[in-house]
Protein backbone atom coordinates (compact mmCIF):
# COMPACT_ATOMS: atom_id res chain seq x y z
CA UNK A 1 0.00 0.00 0.00
CA UNK A 2 1.66 3.04 -0.95
CA UNK A 3 -0.33 6.56 0.08
CA UNK A 4 1.22 9.77 -1.98
CA UNK A 5 0.64 13.45 -0.83
CA UNK A 6 1.31 16.63 -3.06
CA UNK A 7 2.97 19.86 -2.41
CA UNK A 8 3.86 22.91 -3.86
CA UNK A 9 0.75 23.78 -5.55
CA UNK A 10 0.02 28.07 -6.09
CA UNK A 11 -1.19 30.88 -8.12
CA UNK A 12 1.78 32.52 -9.88
CA UNK A 13 2.15 34.75 -13.12
CA UNK A 14 2.74 33.21 -16.73
CA UNK A 15 6.18 32.69 -17.58
CA UNK A 16 7.44 31.69 -13.91
CA UNK A 17 8.18 28.85 -11.98
CA UNK A 18 6.99 26.47 -9.45
CA UNK A 19 8.17 23.39 -7.96
CA UNK A 20 5.76 20.51 -7.06
CA UNK A 21 6.59 17.28 -4.76
CA UNK A 22 5.33 14.23 -3.89
CA UNK A 23 6.29 11.93 -0.88
CA UNK A 24 5.14 8.48 -0.68
CA UNK A 25 4.31 6.77 2.47
CA UNK A 26 4.32 3.04 2.75
CA UNK A 27 7.06 0.56 1.79
CA UNK A 28 8.48 0.30 -1.61
CA UNK A 29 9.30 3.29 -2.94
CA UNK A 30 11.87 2.60 -5.18
CA UNK A 31 9.52 -0.24 -6.80
CA UNK A 32 7.04 1.83 -8.29
CA UNK A 33 7.49 3.99 -11.34
CA UNK A 34 6.07 7.29 -10.83
CA UNK A 35 3.99 9.81 -12.64
CA UNK A 36 2.09 13.35 -12.48
CA UNK A 37 -0.99 13.79 -13.96
CA UNK A 38 -3.20 16.79 -14.59
CA UNK A 39 -6.79 17.95 -14.64
CA UNK A 40 -8.37 21.25 -15.98
CA UNK A 41 -12.21 21.48 -14.85
CA UNK A 42 -14.35 19.75 -18.38
CA UNK A 43 -10.83 18.15 -18.92
CA UNK A 44 -10.03 14.69 -19.18
CA UNK A 45 -6.93 14.26 -16.82
CA UNK A 46 -3.80 14.18 -18.70
CA UNK A 47 -0.36 12.31 -18.18
CA UNK A 48 2.42 14.87 -18.32
CA UNK A 49 5.13 13.05 -17.12
CA UNK A 50 6.63 9.84 -15.60
CA UNK A 51 9.68 8.60 -14.57
CA UNK A 52 11.50 5.16 -14.32
CA UNK A 53 11.07 3.08 -10.33
CA UNK A 54 15.00 3.46 -10.97
CA UNK A 55 15.11 6.79 -12.33
CA UNK A 56 16.76 6.02 -15.28
CA UNK A 57 14.41 7.00 -17.99
CA UNK A 58 11.43 8.89 -18.25
CA UNK A 59 8.73 10.22 -20.45
CA UNK A 60 7.43 13.60 -21.10
CA UNK A 61 4.20 15.25 -22.80
CA UNK A 62 4.92 17.11 -25.87
CA UNK A 63 3.01 20.20 -23.88
CA UNK A 64 5.51 20.22 -21.23
CA UNK A 65 8.50 18.78 -22.68
CA UNK A 66 11.47 21.30 -22.26
CA UNK A 67 9.45 22.85 -19.39
CA UNK A 68 8.71 20.47 -16.66
CA UNK A 69 11.70 18.53 -15.09
CA UNK A 70 11.10 15.51 -13.08
CA UNK A 71 12.99 14.16 -10.52
CA UNK A 72 13.62 10.87 -7.70
CA UNK A 73 15.30 11.83 -4.25
CA UNK A 74 16.09 8.24 -3.27
CA UNK A 75 16.86 9.61 0.10
CA UNK A 76 14.24 11.90 1.01
CA UNK A 77 11.63 9.24 -0.89
CA UNK A 78 10.20 12.46 -2.55
CA UNK A 79 9.26 13.02 -6.33
CA UNK A 80 9.90 16.56 -8.01
CA UNK A 81 8.18 18.39 -10.54
CA UNK A 82 10.19 21.50 -11.58
CA UNK A 83 7.87 23.69 -13.54
CA UNK A 84 9.65 26.36 -15.42
CA UNK A 85 7.86 28.88 -18.15
CA UNK A 86 4.53 28.47 -16.89
CA UNK A 87 1.36 29.54 -19.32
CA UNK A 88 -2.00 29.55 -18.46
CA UNK A 89 -3.12 26.34 -19.74
CA UNK A 90 -1.05 24.55 -17.36
CA UNK A 91 -3.79 25.83 -14.79
CA UNK A 92 -5.06 22.70 -13.39
CA UNK A 93 -4.86 20.39 -10.48
CA UNK A 94 -1.55 18.43 -10.61
CA UNK A 95 -2.04 14.68 -9.40
CA UNK A 96 0.88 12.45 -7.98
CA UNK A 97 0.63 8.37 -9.02
CA UNK A 98 2.55 5.42 -8.49
CA UNK A 99 2.27 1.85 -10.30
CA UNK A 100 4.23 -0.81 -10.60
CA UNK A 101 3.85 -0.99 -14.53
CA UNK A 102 6.04 -2.87 -16.91
CA UNK A 103 8.02 0.40 -18.40
CA UNK A 104 7.36 0.87 -21.93
CA UNK A 105 4.82 1.97 -24.37
CA UNK A 106 3.07 4.95 -22.92
CA UNK A 107 3.58 5.06 -19.31
CA UNK A 108 1.01 8.48 -19.09
CA UNK A 109 -1.70 6.06 -19.28
CA UNK A 110 -3.91 6.78 -16.32
CA UNK A 111 -5.20 3.01 -16.03
CA UNK A 112 -1.69 1.66 -15.68
CA UNK A 113 -1.12 3.73 -12.14
CA UNK A 114 -2.81 1.97 -8.67
CA UNK A 115 -2.27 4.73 -6.46
CA UNK A 116 -3.23 8.47 -6.57
CA UNK A 117 -2.66 11.61 -4.20
CA UNK A 118 -5.30 13.94 -3.29
CA UNK A 119 -3.87 16.46 -5.95
CA UNK A 120 -2.16 20.27 -5.56
CA UNK A 121 -3.65 23.31 -7.61
CA UNK A 122 -1.78 25.10 -9.73
CA UNK A 123 -3.14 28.27 -11.31
CA UNK A 124 -1.03 30.50 -13.82
CA UNK A 125 -2.34 33.89 -14.23
CA UNK A 126 -1.58 35.64 -17.66
Known amino acids: QVQLVESGGDSVQSGGSLRLSCAPTGNGYSNYHLAWFRQSPGKKREGIVAIHSGGIDAAYADSVKGRFTISRDYGKNIMYLQMNRLKPEDTAMYYC???????????????????WGQGTQVTVSS
Open 97 to 115: AAGQLTWGGNVLTEARYTY
